[in-house]
């Protein structure tokens, strides 16, 4: 799981303020709790995790949301399969 924000944070650059900012506990939260629905796909799973993520901060533009599957049932042996979202508001 890499989820990766985009937005106008100079105010947090030039305060050194954490409420200035997006909060990396509260993204944690998001996704944990995304991660705990059931899901057939894992892009339905980014796709909640992102879409959540841009409703939650008026500072966030966009997000990048990667979601990997560990050992998929694809018939060989792989480490995983990972999907990447881009979103935009």
């Known amino acids: 799981m890499s989820v990766v924000v985009c937005g106008n944070f100079a105010k947090a650059c030039i305060s050194d303020n954490v409420d200035d900012t997006v909060s ?3 993204l944690y ?3 944990k709790r995304a ?4 899901s ?3 892009e339905n799973v980014a ?3 992102g879409q959540t ?3 939650s901060s008026l500072l966030i533009d966009s997000v990048e949301v990667e979601v990997c599957k560990i ?3 694809m018939g060989a042996q792989s480490d995983g399969a990972s999907i990447i979202i881009n979103m935009t508001k």
Not at 35 to 38: A, C, E, H, R, S
């Open 24 to 26: 990396y506990a509260e």
């Open 35 to 38: 991660m705990q629905q059931p």
């Open 47 to 49: 796709y909640r995790i």
């Open 40 to 42: 057939a796909l894992i």
């Open 29 to 31: 939260e998001i996704t």
């Open 53 to 55: 993520i841009l409703d």
């Open 71 to 73: 050992n998929p049932p």
